[in-house]
């Protein structure tokens, strides 16, 4: 099992990597956030402009709604781990090119290996591509599993994604439900019954 000293050495690698371009423009690293023991991981595309400035990922209006959609399953962000792709802001949040995902994504093998989690989502279709399938379509492949040898993956939409096509928002709920059932089969210590979306939202007013 992971410990401390790991996490360390790994988030301290991100800091101090220039492999790619994307080094020189951000304001800072976004290594992840969450339970280093969680049994689920989330991963997304890369920083954007708030994730730039506050080194967290998912911050915002996009990370208030994949807070939303985590409540209603029963999950909190102390109950998964939150990463991305690029773990640095491409200019303009442009799409991270493949020569910035592949130069990045050692790091995020390596919080896989410590996470060594039971179920993966990819938010959007950037994380899907690179973890599911080069050829993924989240329209028409969103909230189906597939076994990679110790986990199980899956794409959805990306939460800055549904904020712009709302559209999609209830196939995405769906999704989150598919999540729900999944972790009620696999997982042992990650909750599953909805969190009152009301108290969430009282703490903000
Ligand atoms: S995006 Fe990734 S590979 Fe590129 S400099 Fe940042 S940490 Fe390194």
New binding site residues.
Partial sequence: MANTSDWAAARAA?EA????P??ET?RQ?VFGVGSETAEVLFVGEGPGKTEDEEGVPFVGPAGKLLDELLAAIGLTREHVYIANI???RPPMNRDPKPE?RA??MP?LKRQMELLAPKLVVCLGRIAAQELISPEFRVTQEHGFWNIRGSYEIMGTWHPAALLRNERNLPDAFEDFKVLQRRIRKVCKMTPSDPIALCAGRAKDT
């Avoid at 990597?17 to 790619?20: G, R, V």
């Fill in positions: 991100v990597c220039t492999a790619c994307l080094r951000c690293t690029v773990k640095c910035e130069a990045c790091h």
